[in-house]
T-cell receptor
């Protein structure tokens, strides 16, 4: 069983739709949770960061962490074609390497 | 934040040859990380490069195949040795992401390697 599971997609939605991306994990020791966005031919960039359980909102993006279920989500509201990218979840704990999900390839169609 | 310059950005190499990838960071960092990202796959950590000591390799990766140098706190190289088509991948260097204070991992733009 992988430490972090993420549906690779691809996921294609119309512009303006709400997008939901998810990851599950098995290691209850993870303390912080992140979402990275990777455009084609670029390195990943940090999009959202959450420490422990809860929600965090930043503009059109909302990250949710449910540690009891070992489940994290990223919601994108009013999706735009510029949101088309691969989204990777990542999680870690103090002093340890990050563990990445497989990445979900998302396309927003105009 | 950290700005990472990685080169080459891409290369096409013959099997059996070696390629050295360079990674330059605009600030001094203790740890640098090398990842591989195969098509449609996630990031797989190859090794952690610490200045002044040998790199620490993850399971499945060995120094003979992926020798790493870390001559100072802002620079590292990864060599992919005796390449085969299975080594075709994107290779990324990274810093950060190791703790609550040093949370964000920064990445270079990657080196897209094709072995023919």
């Amino acid at each position: 069983q992988k430490e972090v599971e993420q549906d690779p997609g691809p996921l294609s939605v119309p512009e303006g739709a709400i997008v939901s991306l998810n990851c599950t994990y098995s290691n209850s020791a993870f303390q912080y949770f992140m979402w990275y966005r990777q455009y084609s031919r670029k390195g990943p960039e940090l999009l959202m960061y959450t420490y422990s359980s809860g929600n965090k909102e930043d503009g059109r993006f909302t990250a949710q962490v449910d540690k009891s279920s070992k489940y994290i989500s990223l919601f994108i509201r009013d999706s735009q074609p510029s949101d088309s990218a691969t989204y990777l979840c990542a999680m870690g704990r103090e002093g340890q390497k990050l563990v990445f999900g497989q990445g979900t390839r998302l396309t927003i169609n105009p | 934040s950290a700005v990472i310059s990685q080169k080459p950005s891409r290369d096409i190499c013959q099997r059996g040859t070696s390629l050295t990838i360079q990674c330059q960071v605009d600030s001094q960092v203790t740890m640098m990380f090398w990842y591989r990202q195969q098509p449609g796959q996630s990031l797989t950590l190859i090794a952690t490069a610490n200045q002044g000591s040998e790199a620490t390799y993850e399971s499945g990766f060995v120094i003979d195949k992926f020798p790493i140098s870390r001559p100072n706190l802002t620079f590292s190289t990864l060599t992919v040795s005796n390449m085969s088509p299975e080594d075709s991948s994107i290779y990324l260097c990274s810093v950060g992401g190791t703790g609550q204070i040093n949370t964000e991992a920064f990445f270079g733009q990657g080196t897209r390697l094709t072995v023919v």
